[in-house]
């Protein structure tokens, strides 16, 4: 079994990358409601980037971590000032 490593470089997308469809569009990823991740997770999230950032961000509130994505964009405004 191969060794996997987090890429840390996607909780940073997930804070910076909007939405580019749907009833959220233009919502950065770490910004869209439980509720409608819920319901895509229902449909099933697409195979591609989009999907993994969506999942992400899913098990990430549901698990009651929502706060390291807030911490994350946080430290990246401050770091742009």
């Known amino acids: 079994m191969e060794n996997l490593q987090p890429d840390p470089k996607v909780l940073i997308d997930i804070v910076q990358t ?10 950065i990823i770490a910004d869209i409601p439980v509720s409608y991740l819920e ?17 992400t961000v899913f098990e990430i509130k549901t698990n009651g971590l929502g706060e390291i994505l807030y911490k994350i964009k946080r430290s990246l405004q401050q770091n742009e000032r």
Do not use: C, E, N
């Open 39 to 55: 319901w895509m997770a229902g449909k099933g999230f697409t195979k591609d980037k989009l999907g993994m950032m969506l999942s």
């Open 18 to 27: 909007r939405m580019p469809y749907g009833k959220y569009k233009g919502t």
